[in-house]
């Protein structure tokens, strides 16, 4: 019979650090304080909330200087906070797992390129991971994997024979969720996407949940960029949990499964801070 593929399982402290590149930015949420139109980083306090609103004439009238009021800015914020947050944490997460399982070193799971701003000074805009074929030279059967891989999503994306015989490895930004439109982040995304190529880099938008505007994952495939999202499956060309599974060697849907527990504990703590007014 043949062997059954061992997929990679981190030993127990490598899984709590895993947990922990995930959500401890999730705690910055937790001290989230809306600024109500002031300068203070830091946010307004309840009794500030209190005054600001209670000394205006029209919301005291009205009854917007109450706690629920506070309640609702606070959660409204924290929300954005908590996707921004988990997306950090996400790349953490992503960047740790290929560079373990690949056995890469920091500089060559890094990427980075150079752009210039309006004002003519030059800005480094840093990718979440990169896998170069190159770089797997402890691995063979990891490396073969990619190729075929790279090979595969080539020709799934409408690339050239050419074009795939060019490719060195992939460049990835990884995301908690794509739901937003926004013209500016398609705009970076899609640069990003350009000088990956010019370096024959694959440009991969990978994001772990399923929540991802239809409207973008179109618009990026037809600039020839690969977006993979959460959905649970087989083809590791769209699916994020197939893509760890087959080619990086790393269950992240059964380590997520594993964790759940600790995972939703910790989220809602989070949240509970959220929508209290304290």
Excluded at 127 to 137: C, P, Q, Y
Excluded at 142 to 148: S, T
Excluded at 191 to 214: D, G, H
């Amino acid at each position: 019979m043949p062997r059954t593929k061992r997929l990679y399982l981190p030993p127990p402290d490598s899984e709590q650090r895993y947990l922990n590149l995930l959500l401890d930015p999730l705690d910055a949420c937790a001290h989230y304080k809306p600024k109500f139109g002031t300068e203070d980083s830091a946010g307004v306090t309840l009794e500030q909330f209190k005054v600001l609103y209670g000394e205006d004439p029209f919301y005291h009238w009205i009854g917007l200087d109450s706690d629920l009021m506070y309640a609702a800015h606070k959660a409204a914020g924290g929300m954005t906070s908590i996707y921004r947050q988990l997306g950090a944490g996400v790349d953490n997460l992503f960047r740790a797992i290929i560079k373990d399982s690949l056995l890469l070193s920091e500089e060559e799971v890094g990427w980075f390129f150079e752009i210039e701003k309006q004002d003519g000074t030059k800005a480094t805009l840093t990718l979440d991971a990169r896998i170069d074929v190159e770089h797997i030279t402890r691995k063979p059967d990891a490396r073969e994997r990619v190729v075929d891989w790279l090979k595969r999503c080539g020709t799934y994306l409408g690339l050239s024979e050419k074009r795939i015989k060019q490719l060195r490895g992939a460049v990835f930004e990884a995301r908690q969720g794509y739901k937003s439109a926004d013209a500016k982040r398609q705009a970076a995304d899609l640069r990003f996407a350009m000088n990956a190529s010019i370096e024959n880099y694959l440009p991969v938008l990978s994001i772990v949940s399923a929540q991802a505007s239809t409207a973008v994952v179109r618009r990026y495939k037809n600039a020839k960029m690969l977006v993979i999202t959460g959905v649970l499956g087989d083809d590791d060309r769209i699916s994020t949990y197939a893509f760890f599974s087959k080619i990086v060697g790393f269950n992240l849907d059964v380590f997520f499964q594993r964790n759940t527990d600790a995972m939703r504990q910790r989220c809602q703590k989070v949240l509970a801070v959220l929508l209290t007014p304290e």
